[in-house]
């Protein structure tokens, strides 16, 4: 596709209900990065991707979350047992060499935890 | 790991005045610098970076410089417009691999006409 689309936009949960949120790269791109944005702040690093190894999880807050990307394409960002500290905007981005490694943003996920 | 400071938290310049976010790393084996421009409920978008081969690089009115030595790159903006109005965000990358980077706490740009 032409940009780096997620879904769901927006996401309600309950607390202790587990999320999906769903990425999809642009074809092609090798790495596939998960960001957490929290209200007025910077993107906090997560977990990437190099087609589909996970070559970093470092970020990842506790082993509630899990993240995939089985075909090297389309990723996954799991939250089990949701509590509210997960509340934020989830950010995917995709990168490749030929365009100098900048990172092309899809428009996150706003998960609220009630 | 990496740690990306950022200046300030937040600015305001009159429309046509200059605007400087400066930001510091603590890896000196980081060798890539890519500034972020996020609108409000937008998706962050790359708008100028550095590789540490160059001290400046210039596209129209932002500019980005880079001081190895001291550990520090800055964005400037010239002659701001209201539609520069935004949260900027510096990088840096964690390692030596441009692949991921790790985002200073951004700069909220308020340009008042």
């Known amino acids: 596709g032409a940009g780096v689309s997620q879904s769901p936009r927006y996401k309600v949960a309950k607390r202790g209900q587990d999320v999906a949120l769903r990425c999809d790269p642009i074809s092609g791109h090798v790495s596939l990065f998960w960001y957490q944005q929290a209200l007025g702040q910077g993107p906090e690093f997560l977990t990437y991707?190099?087609?589909?190894?996970?070559?970093?999880k470092s970020g990842l807050p506790s082993d509630r979350f899990f993240a995939e990307r089985p075909e090297g394409s389309v990723s996954t960002l799991k939250i089990q047992r949701t509590q509210q500290e997960d509340s934020a905007v989830y950010l995917c981005?995709?990168?490749?060499?030929?365009?100098?490694?900048?990172?092309?943003f899809g428009s996150g996920t706003r998960l609220t935890v009630v | 790991g990496e740690n990306v400071e950022q200046h300030p938290s937040t600015l305001s310049v009159q429309e046509g005045d200059s605007a400087v976010i400066k930001c510091t790393y603590s890896d000196s084996a980081s060798n890539y610098f890519p500034w972020y421009k996020q609108e409000l409920g937008k998706r962050p978008q790359l708008i100028i970076d550095i590789r540490s081969n160059v001290g400046e690089k210039k596209d129209q009115r932002i500019a980005v410089t880079l001081n190895k030595t001291a550990k520090h790159f800055s964005l400037h903006i010239t002659e701001t417009q209201p539609e520069d109005s935004a949260v900027y965000f510096c990088a840096a990358p964690s390692g030596t691999s441009y692949d991921k980077v790790i985002f200073g706490p951004g700069t909220s740009l308020s340009v008042i006409p």
């Open positions: 991707f190099q087609n589909e190894a996970q070559l970093d």
């Open positions: 981005a995709s990168s490749t060499p030929q365009d100098n490694y900048g990172y092309t």
